[in-house]
């Protein structure tokens, strides 16, 4: 309500200024410029004031200071409010308006034409339906009327006239909506009944700004006379023409600005506020920053609970509760940040609404061993970890979840109870390596190795892989079509393991194939046979048939991902996977 009467009063006070001082009495002006008053924060004279540390009174002008400002320049004025409040006001510039005559020589027939032409380069003809009749225009050929039901022409076409001449630059207006247009003659229509004379058409051509320049449309047909037409068609490229701009479209508003002038103790009393509010901004700004520190902290801890945390009920209990408690920190600290923010930016924001980016965290890391890094260095560094947890490595949390999964399994067989004090993980490496735990054991209670290790979900080379005694172990080195065609099953059998979507990497599964040929190739040399396995399969042999099943792997990854880019224009969300490389060994990979 204050605002609105300084305003008000603002306005009638400059408009009394402008008739005033101002003789000249500008109708163009009045009708075509319209005026924005706009009141600063910022008093006349701190325009440029900045605060940077230094002792205010060195920084500015004894004369502001007092409260004592010259104003010379002749386009501003002194004002004072109703409630006494002075106000130096800037009256704006009002910008040139060119004129039809200003422009008019520059302009050609053929240039206005050929403008013309480019709102007609997609469609050369256009239509407009009154009614009964449609009529038709099409550029630089003819006019035509004629009635349709649904998209056929019924009855005959009558000619409005074909096209003559382009009428010389008048740069007319049209008299109900003043825009200047470009006219164009058809004639030598059909002959009309009334006046026995052959139809002719003018075709005014005008501007719509709102058009693109490839787009025009009929506006309007009349017949001011029998059998005489006049179509009034508007086009976007026109509009590039200055000259065929409506002159009495308004021009932006102008701004008014006004800024308060202040009295000696006004000074004072500004640079003392404006003093505060930067060290109010200050400390918003640190104690924001602060909390914007510790949010992260928790994100970070909260990521690695969720990622490392024991599987056994008691440690799902445990990180179910630590993450509850955290999360509550978490949006306790955004809320926080978003009031300091809030404040200080003078702005609204829903205090009830927090997001929540935890998902985010798992782009931060590009390897386990980054993540394991990266854990370790902020359990050390950030002051708002929980030294009580311990990044365990995600390897050891695997381990122990797993060791929990198949101990729990086996206890269950014998109606037995996991006792975690008893029978912890750390308890159980200690006592393989104190050799309490035998191999037997171990076979007893997790089965096979490989199963235990969730080397299963690996396709073998060779089906039966362990039996010394199967003939396809020594067909893949002594016989050439046998091995291509264990290795076509190999790349059958990977591509299939991809389709599943099983987690997995290229190290890993490569691994288990170059074990496996080591393993077969001990089978074969401890085996009894007349062929000299012992020397005729070296290291070196082995390792050109890894690189064979390796090329197999590629080729299976390569047709994977041509499969998946065939479905990623239905928007299915499809895993890539990385080709297999060794620096060591010389790869052949398919690019």
Same mark, same amino acid.
């Given at each position: 309500?204050?605002?609105?009467?300084?305003?008000?009063?603002?306005?009638?006070?400059?408009?009394?200024?402008?008739?005033?001082?101002?003789?000249?009495?500008?109708?163009?002006?009045?009708?075509?410029?319209?005026?924005?008053?706009?009141?600063?924060?910022?008093?006349?004279?701190?325009?440029?004031?900045?605060?940077?540390?230094?002792?205010?009174?060195?920084?500015?002008?004894?004369?502001?200071?007092?409260?004592?400002? @010259?104003?010379? @320049?002749?386009?501003?004025?002194?004002?004072?409010?109703?409630?006494?409040?002075?106000?130096?006001?800037?009256?704006?510039?009002?910008?040139?308006?060119?004129?039809?005559?200003?422009?008019?020589?520059?302009?050609?027939?053929?240039?206005?034409?050929?403008?013309?032409?480019?709102?007609?380069?997609?469609?050369?003809?256009?239509?407009?339906?009154?009614?009964?009749?449609?009529?038709?225009?099409?550029?630089?050929?003819?006019?035509?009327?004629?009635?349709?039901?649904?998209?056929?022409?019924?009855?005959?076409?009558?000619?409005?006239?074909?096209?003559?001449?382009?009428?010389?630059?008048?740069?007319?207006?049209?008299?109900?909506?003043?825009?200047?247009?470009?006219?164009?003659?058809?004639?030598?229509?059909?002959?009309?009944?009334?006046?026995?004379?052959?139809?002719?058409?003018?075709?005014?051509?005008?501007?719509? @700004?709102?058009?693109?320049?490839?787009?025009?449309?009929?506006?309007?047909?009349?017949?001011?006379?029998?059998?005489?037409?006049?179509?009034?068609?508007?086009?976007?490229?026109?509009?590039?023409?200055?000259?065929?701009?409506?002159?009495?479209?308004?021009?932006?508003?102008?701004?008014?600005?006004?800024?308060?002038?202040?009295?000696?103790?006004?000074?004072?009393?500004?640079?003392?506020?404006?003093?505060?509010?930067?060290?109010?901004?200050?400390?918003?700004?640190?104690?924001?920053?602060?909390?914007?520190?510790?949010?992260?902290?928790?994100?970070?801890?909260?990521?690695?609970?969720?990622?490392?945390?024991?599987?056994?009920?008691?440690?799902?209990?445990?990180?179910?509760?630590?993450?509850?408690?955290?999360?509550?920190?978490?949006?306790?600290?955004?809320?926080?940040?978003?009031?300091?923010?809030?404040?200080?930016?003078?702005?609204?924001?829903?205090?009830?609404?927090?997001?929540?980016?935890?998902?985010?965290?798992?782009?931060?890391?590009?390897?386990?061993?980054?993540? @394991?890094?990266?854990?370790?260095?902020?359990?050390?560094?950030?002051?708002?970890?929980?030294?009580?947890?311990?990044?365990?490595?995600?390897?050891?949390?695997?381990?122990?979840?797993?060791?929990?999964?198949?101990?729990?399994?086996?206890?269950?067989?014998?109606?037995?109870?996991?006792?975690?004090?008893?029978?912890?993980?750390?308890?159980?490496?200690?006592?393989?390596?104190?050799?309490?735990?035998?191999?037997?054991?171990?076979?007893?209670?997790?089965?096979?190795?490989?199963?235990?290790?969730?080397?299963?979900?690996?396709?073998?080379?060779?089906?039966?892989?362990?039996?010394?005694?199967?003939?396809?172990?020594?067909?893949?080195?002594?016989?050439?079509?046998?091995?291509?065609?264990?290795?076509?099953?190999?790349?059958?059998?990977?591509?299939?393991?991809?389709?599943?979507?099983?987690?997995?990497?290229?190290?890993?599964?490569?691994?288990?194939?170059?074990?496996?040929?080591?393993?077969?190739?001990?089978?074969?040399?401890?085996?009894?046979?007349?062929?000299?396995?012992?020397?005729?399969?070296?290291?070196?042999?082995?390792?050109?048939?890894?690189?064979?099943?390796?090329?197999?792997?590629?080729?299976?990854?390569?047709?994977?991902?041509?499969?998946?880019?065939?479905?990623?224009?239905?928007?299915?969300?499809?895993?890539?996977?990385?080709?297999?490389?060794?620096?060591?060994?010389?790869?052949?990979?398919?690019?």
């Amino acid at each position: 309500m204050w605002y609105d009467k300084v305003v008000f009063q603002l306005f009638h006070s400059l408009f009394i200024f402008g008739t005033c001082c101002y003789a000249i009495y500008n109708t163009n002006e009045l009708q075509n410029v319209a005026y924005d008053l706009e009141i600063a924060e910022i008093p006349f004279g701190f325009e440029n004031f900045k605060l940077d540390g230094e002792i205010l009174e060195e920084k500015i002008p004894k004369n502001t200071l007092m409260g004592i400002f @010259d104003v010379n @320049d002749e386009s501003s004025t002194v004002i004072v409010s109703e409630f006494g409040q002075k106000f130096i006001c800037s009256l704006p510039k009002i910008p040139s308006i060119k004129t039809n005559s200003e422009s008019k020589p520059n302009l050609t027939v053929n240039l206005i034409s050929d403008v013309i032409s480019a709102s007609f380069y997609v469609q050369n003809c256009i239509r407009k339906n009154t009614g009964w009749w449609t009529y038709e225009l099409c550029y630089n050929k003819y006019v035509q009327q004629f009635r349709l039901e649904g998209s056929k022409i019924v009855g005959n076409v009558i000619s409005l006239g074909y096209y003559k001449n382009n009428s010389d630059i008048n740069l007319s207006k049209s008299k109900s909506e003043e825009l200047p247009y470009f006219e164009q003659i058809y004639d030598d229509g059909t002959v009309c009944e009334v006046t026995d004379k052959s139809r002719l058409t003018r075709v005014w051509y005008m501007c719509d @700004d709102m058009l693109s320049t490839s787009e025009a449309y009929i506006y309007d047909v009349d017949e001011p006379s029998s059998c005489e037409y006049i179509i009034k068609v508007k086009t976007g490229s026109l509009c590039k023409l200055d000259v065929f701009l409506s002159q009495s479209k308004p021009l932006e508003p102008l701004s008014i600005l006004c800024r308060p002038l202040l009295e000696q103790n006004a000074v004072r009393q500004y640079l003392e506020k404006v003093t505060e509010e930067k060290r109010q901004k200050e400390k918003a700004k640190n104690e924001s920053k602060l909390l914007a520190a510790r949010a992260d902290s928790i994100q970070r801890q909260r990521y690695a609970n969720k990622r490392l945390g024991k599987r056994t009920p008691n440690g799902i209990k445990e990180m179910e509760s630590t993450e509850k408690e955290l999360k509550m920190i978490y949006e306790d600290i955004m809320r926080s940040i978003t009031k300091l923010n809030v404040d200080l930016m003078k702005v609204k924001a829903d205090l009830h609404f927090i997001y929540d980016d935890l998902h985010e965290m798992e782009t931060r890391y590009i390897t386990e061993a980054d993540e @394991d890094r990266g854990n370790i260095y902020w359990y050390f560094k950030d002051p708002h970890w929980n030294r009580k947890f311990f990044p365990v490595t995600l390897a050891y949390s695997r381990g122990r979840n797993n060791y929990y999964e198949m101990v729990s399994s086996f206890l269950k067989k014998i109606d037995e109870e996991y006792d975690e004090k008893k029978m912890s993980f750390s308890k159980f490496l200690r006592d393989i390596d104190e050799e309490l735990v035998t191999e037997a054991y171990l076979g007893m209670m997790m089965g096979s190795l490989r199963k235990a290790f969730h080397e299963g979900i690996f396709p073998d080379i060779v089906n039966d892989v362990d039996d010394a005694e199967n003939p396809l172990l020594a067909s893949l080195w002594t016989n050439p079509e046998k091995q291509l065609e264990l290795l076509q099953l190999f790349e059958y059998k990977v591509l299939k393991l991809l389709n599943r979507r099983i987690k997995f990497t290229a190290d890993d599964l490569m691994s288990h194939v170059a074990q496996q040929l080591l393993s077969i190739r001990t089978l074969l040399i401890n085996r009894e046979s007349d062929y000299n396995f012992d020397q005729k399969i070296s290291y070196v042999l082995v390792e050109k048939m890894f690189l064979k099943f390796m090329q197999s792997y590629n080729r299976a990854v390569l047709r994977h991902d041509k499969k998946s880019w065939g479905h990623f224009t239905k928007h299915i969300p499809v895993e890539t996977f990385r080709l297999f490389e060794n620096p060591n060994m010389f790869i052949a990979r398919i690019e």
